[in-house]
């Protein structure tokens, strides 16, 4: 089966819905309570894709996984910080799917200027915990008791990964839009 990892554009707002829906709905994986609609998730994709990056693991037409990073804080000098997410279809969960859309996504935020990735992942979380460990990311700190869902507290834990050196004077992040499409094509073979 021919699989392919591309940038997420609108259109995809629907198979991304069912993807994370199940996450909200069933398991304290995702902090919220209700599913987002297509329409909510058409305006998520459209913000991410502003300034950060959203990628998608397609197979055949079906979009089986996505990653997206999004503003670590708003202030200008949390600028080149990130958070990063990854989802991937419940019942493709284990098939290297996760490691064939963080590969070429991390070397895109690399390319975009970013120097730190943050993932905060619910606890217990093993699946999640073993992807980011793998890509190098370090456990910085634990929020205990920081989310209530499904009658019960949940504890998030806080990884870290450091994408570029941190110069004296860097320059802004650029949108993944200003990247060169040879450099972007590059970045996202396996």
């Known amino acids: 089966m021919t699989s392919r990892i591309r940038l997420a554009s609108t259109k995809d707002a629907e198979q991304i819905r069912q993807i994370y829906s199940p996450y909200v709905e069933n ?74 859309l963080y590969s070429p996504f991390f070397k895109l935020l690399k390319l975009q200027g970013f120097c730190n990735a943050y993932a905060i992942i619910a606890l217990p979380n093993q699946a999640s915990t073993a992807l980011h460990e793998y890509f190098g990311f370090k456990p910085i700190g634990i929020s205990s008791k920081v989310g209530y869902k499904f009658g019960k507290w949940i504890d998030v834990q806080w990884w870290e990964m450091h994408l570029n050196t941190h110069e004296a004077y860097p320059l802004f992040p650029c949108s993944i839009h200003q990247i060169d499409e040879t450099r972007l094509v590059e970045a996202m073979k396996r």
């Open 27 to 100: 398991t304290v994986i995702s902090f919220e309570t209700a599913g987002p609609s297509a329409a909510e998730m058409e305006m998520r994709i459209r913000q991410v894709m502003d300034k950060h990056l959203w990628l998608v693991y397609e197979q055949e037409g079906e979009i089986l996984g996505y990653a997206y990073a999004s503003s670590h804080h708003e202030r200008s000098a949390y600028s080149w910080a990130v958070d990063v997410s990854i989802y991937v279809k419940a019942d493709r969960v284990g098939r290297g799917i996760g490691k064939s």
